[in-house]
Protein backbone atom coordinates (compact mmCIF):
# COMPACT_ATOMS: atom_id res chain seq x y z
CA UNK A 1 0.00 0.00 0.00
CA UNK A 2 1.34 3.66 -0.97
CA UNK A 3 0.06 6.48 1.32
CA UNK A 4 0.25 9.48 -0.93
CA UNK A 5 -0.26 12.37 1.57
CA UNK A 6 2.24 10.28 4.29
CA UNK A 7 4.74 9.32 0.84
CA UNK A 8 5.04 5.61 2.81
CA UNK A 9 4.87 2.74 1.18
CA UNK A 10 3.53 -0.19 3.78
CA UNK A 11 4.74 -3.88 2.40
CA UNK A 12 2.72 -6.98 3.84
CA UNK A 13 4.96 -9.96 3.95
CA UNK A 14 2.26 -13.06 3.61
CA UNK A 15 3.72 -15.40 6.03
CA UNK A 16 3.16 -18.45 3.87
CA UNK A 17 0.63 -21.21 2.66
CA UNK A 18 -2.10 -20.50 5.02
CA UNK A 19 -2.18 -17.71 4.00
CA UNK A 20 -2.52 -17.98 0.71
CA UNK A 21 -5.24 -21.34 1.34
CA UNK A 22 -7.16 -19.37 3.27
CA UNK A 23 -7.63 -16.62 1.19
CA UNK A 24 -8.06 -18.80 -2.17
CA UNK A 25 -10.76 -20.86 -0.16
CA UNK A 26 -13.33 -18.31 0.56
CA UNK A 27 -12.55 -17.25 -2.85
CA UNK A 28 -13.67 -20.73 -4.33
CA UNK A 29 -16.09 -20.60 -1.62
CA UNK A 30 -17.90 -17.88 -2.51
CA UNK A 31 -17.61 -17.81 -6.44
CA UNK A 32 -19.35 -21.18 -5.77
CA UNK A 33 -22.47 -19.60 -4.52
CA UNK A 34 -22.36 -16.86 -7.55
CA UNK A 35 -22.33 -20.01 -9.97
CA UNK A 36 -25.16 -21.81 -8.41
CA UNK A 37 -27.12 -18.86 -9.30
CA UNK A 38 -26.68 -19.47 -12.72
CA UNK A 39 -23.76 -16.95 -13.75
CA UNK A 40 -20.47 -16.42 -13.37
CA UNK A 41 -19.24 -13.95 -16.18
CA UNK A 42 -21.22 -11.04 -14.54
CA UNK A 43 -18.68 -11.17 -11.72
CA UNK A 44 -14.32 -10.94 -12.14
CA UNK A 45 -12.34 -12.84 -9.55
CA UNK A 46 -9.27 -10.11 -9.82
CA UNK A 47 -7.47 -11.48 -6.88
CA UNK A 48 -4.70 -9.05 -5.98
CA UNK A 49 -4.46 -6.28 -9.06
CA UNK A 50 -3.60 -3.11 -7.10
CA UNK A 51 -5.96 -0.55 -7.26
CA UNK A 52 -5.31 3.61 -7.07
CA UNK A 53 -7.22 6.45 -5.19
CA UNK A 54 -6.36 9.98 -4.25
CA UNK A 55 -5.21 9.05 -0.84
CA UNK A 56 -2.83 6.26 -2.42
CA UNK A 57 -2.26 2.68 -3.81
CA UNK A 58 -3.11 -1.02 -2.06
CA UNK A 59 -3.39 -3.82 -3.24
CA UNK A 60 -6.04 -6.52 -1.62
CA UNK A 61 -5.48 -10.06 -0.91
CA UNK A 62 -8.29 -10.72 -3.54
CA UNK A 63 -10.88 -8.77 -4.59
CA UNK A 64 -14.28 -8.86 -6.87
CA UNK A 65 -15.66 -6.01 -9.62
CA UNK A 66 -18.23 -6.53 -11.32
CA UNK A 67 -18.86 -6.61 -15.36
CA UNK A 68 -20.97 -3.40 -14.57
CA UNK A 69 -17.58 -1.61 -14.46
CA UNK A 70 -15.38 -2.43 -17.30
CA UNK A 71 -12.91 -0.31 -16.47
CA UNK A 72 -9.35 -1.07 -15.90
CA UNK A 73 -9.32 1.66 -13.42
CA UNK A 74 -12.62 0.77 -12.07
CA UNK A 75 -13.26 -0.59 -8.14
CA UNK A 76 -13.96 -3.67 -6.64
CA UNK A 77 -17.45 -3.82 -5.00
CA UNK A 78 -15.87 -6.64 -2.63
CA UNK A 79 -12.43 -6.85 -1.00
CA UNK A 80 -10.97 -9.45 1.15
CA UNK A 81 -8.08 -9.02 3.85
CA UNK A 82 -5.99 -12.00 5.37
CA UNK A 83 -3.96 -12.01 8.42
CA UNK A 84 -1.80 -15.00 9.91
CA UNK A 85 -1.08 -13.92 12.93
CA UNK A 86 -1.11 -10.64 11.61
CA UNK A 87 -2.45 -7.36 14.32
CA UNK A 88 -5.94 -7.19 13.94
CA UNK A 89 -5.62 -3.78 14.20
CA UNK A 90 -4.04 -3.93 10.75
CA UNK A 91 -6.50 -5.29 9.12
CA UNK A 92 -9.34 -2.93 10.25
CA UNK A 93 -6.74 0.09 9.14
CA UNK A 94 -7.02 -1.91 5.78
CA UNK A 95 -10.96 -2.24 5.54
CA UNK A 96 -10.93 1.55 6.47
CA UNK A 97 -8.65 2.67 3.78
CA UNK A 98 -10.63 1.19 1.17
CA UNK A 99 -14.21 1.81 2.00
CA UNK A 100 -13.31 5.61 2.97
CA UNK A 101 -10.53 6.02 0.00
CA UNK A 102 -12.71 4.57 -2.94
CA UNK A 103 -15.35 7.11 -2.92
CA UNK A 104 -17.84 4.35 -1.66
CA UNK A 105 -17.33 2.73 -4.59
CA UNK A 106 -15.93 -0.48 -2.38
CA UNK A 107 -18.97 -1.48 -0.93
CA UNK A 108 -18.13 -4.49 1.29
CA UNK A 109 -14.87 -5.37 3.03
CA UNK A 110 -14.06 -8.71 4.79
CA UNK A 111 -11.16 -9.52 7.06
CA UNK A 112 -9.98 -12.65 8.17
CA UNK A 113 -7.89 -12.51 11.25
CA UNK A 114 -6.26 -16.11 11.96
CA UNK A 115 -4.48 -17.01 14.71
CA UNK A 116 -2.60 -20.43 14.39
CA UNK A 117 -1.91 -20.54 18.01
CA UNK A 118 -5.44 -20.43 19.43
CA UNK A 119 -6.64 -22.27 16.08
CA UNK A 120 -9.26 -19.45 15.74
CA UNK A 121 -10.61 -17.54 12.27
CA UNK A 122 -12.08 -14.36 13.06
CA UNK A 123 -14.00 -12.79 10.28
CA UNK A 124 -15.09 -9.38 10.11
CA UNK A 125 -17.79 -7.37 7.67
CA UNK A 126 -16.86 -3.69 7.26
CA UNK A 127 -19.38 -1.06 5.60
CA UNK A 128 -20.19 2.46 5.09
CA UNK A 129 -22.60 3.34 7.50
CA UNK A 130 -25.00 6.16 8.41
CA UNK A 131 -25.88 6.95 11.61
CA UNK A 132 -26.89 10.24 13.69
CA UNK A 133 -24.29 12.87 13.93
CA UNK A 134 -22.98 12.92 17.61
CA UNK A 135 -21.62 16.10 17.60
CA UNK A 136 -23.76 17.64 15.69
CA UNK A 137 -23.35 21.70 16.07
CA UNK A 138 -23.77 24.89 14.27
CA UNK A 139 -20.22 24.45 12.23
CA UNK A 140 -21.10 20.87 11.94
CA UNK A 141 -24.80 21.26 11.03
CA UNK A 142 -24.97 17.44 9.13
CA UNK A 143 -27.79 15.56 10.85
CA UNK A 144 -25.99 12.11 9.83
CA UNK A 145 -22.43 11.30 9.57
CA UNK A 146 -21.15 8.35 7.04
CA UNK A 147 -18.44 5.99 8.35
CA UNK A 148 -16.37 2.34 7.99
CA UNK A 149 -18.26 0.26 10.35
CA UNK A 150 -17.88 -3.18 11.54
CA UNK A 151 -21.66 -4.83 10.65
CA UNK A 152 -21.11 -8.95 11.63
CA UNK A 153 -18.51 -10.55 13.11
CA UNK A 154 -18.20 -14.51 12.83
CA UNK A 155 -15.49 -16.74 14.69
CA UNK A 156 -14.51 -20.29 13.89
CA UNK A 157 -12.60 -22.02 17.06
CA UNK A 158 -10.54 -25.45 17.08
CA UNK A 159 -9.62 -27.87 17.13
CA UNK A 160 -5.49 -28.93 17.17
CA UNK A 161 -5.03 -32.16 15.12
CA UNK A 162 -4.75 -34.81 17.21
CA UNK A 163 -1.09 -36.02 15.46
CA UNK A 164 1.09 -34.45 13.09
CA UNK A 165 -0.21 -35.36 9.76
CA UNK A 166 -4.29 -35.13 11.23
CA UNK A 167 -6.64 -33.13 9.98
CA UNK A 168 -9.07 -31.35 12.31
CA UNK A 169 -12.43 -32.99 13.09
CA UNK A 170 -15.02 -31.88 10.90
CA UNK A 171 -17.92 -31.96 14.07
CA UNK A 172 -15.54 -30.24 16.15
CA UNK A 173 -15.40 -26.64 14.62
CA UNK A 174 -17.75 -24.66 16.59
CA UNK A 175 -18.88 -21.15 14.49
CA UNK A 176 -20.58 -18.86 16.59
CA UNK A 177 -22.36 -15.72 14.44
CA UNK A 178 -23.16 -17.04 11.31
CA UNK A 179 -24.76 -16.72 8.53
CA UNK A 180 -23.07 -13.76 7.36
CA UNK A 181 -24.48 -12.17 4.29
CA UNK A 182 -23.46 -10.27 1.55
CA UNK A 183 -26.14 -8.26 -0.22
CA UNK A 184 -26.57 -8.98 -4.09
CA UNK A 185 -26.98 -5.52 -5.12
CA UNK A 186 -23.87 -4.20 -2.67
CA UNK A 187 -21.85 -6.46 -5.30
CA UNK A 188 -23.94 -6.98 -8.11
CA UNK A 189 -24.64 -2.77 -8.16
CA UNK A 190 -28.07 -4.02 -9.55
CA UNK A 191 -31.41 -5.97 -7.78
CA UNK A 192 -31.76 -9.46 -8.23
CA UNK A 193 -34.11 -10.27 -10.73
CA UNK A 194 -35.42 -13.41 -8.61
CA UNK A 195 -34.50 -16.68 -7.98
CA UNK A 196 -31.86 -18.10 -7.62
CA UNK A 197 -30.78 -14.67 -7.83
CA UNK A 198 -30.17 -13.50 -4.07
CA UNK A 199 -28.12 -12.28 -1.20
CA UNK A 200 -25.14 -14.28 -0.76
CA UNK A 201 -25.34 -16.30 2.13
CA UNK A 202 -22.82 -18.32 4.49
CA UNK A 203 -23.98 -21.04 7.10
CA UNK A 204 -22.32 -22.22 10.01
CA UNK A 205 -21.67 -25.34 7.53
CA UNK A 206 -20.06 -23.21 5.02
CA UNK A 207 -17.58 -21.92 7.50
CA UNK A 208 -16.80 -25.44 9.56
CA UNK A 209 -15.97 -26.86 5.68
CA UNK A 210 -13.70 -23.15 5.13
CA UNK A 211 -12.03 -23.99 8.49
CA UNK A 212 -11.95 -27.44 8.02
CA UNK A 213 -9.35 -27.01 4.50
CA UNK A 214 -7.69 -23.97 6.43
CA UNK A 215 -6.24 -26.20 9.33
CA UNK A 216 -5.89 -29.10 7.25
CA UNK A 217 -2.02 -28.03 6.20
CA UNK A 218 -0.37 -28.96 9.50
Known amino acids: MYLNHEKALIVKITPGKRHEIATSQFAR ?3 AKIE ?4 GPELYDIRAATFASIM ?3 EADTAFQPSSRPLNADLPTLVVECGVSQSLGRLRLDSRWWLASSGREVKIVLIFSISEATRKIHIEQWEMFSAQNPHRTRANPQAAVTTATKIHVVDIVGPFPL ?3 SAPAFSALVVTDAPLTLDFDKIFLRQPTGHPEG ?3 FTAHDFRQYA ?3 WRLV
Open 29 to 31: MFI
Open 199 to 201: NII
Open 56 to 58: GQK
Open 212 to 214: FHV
Open 163 to 165: APG
Open 36 to 39: AMGF
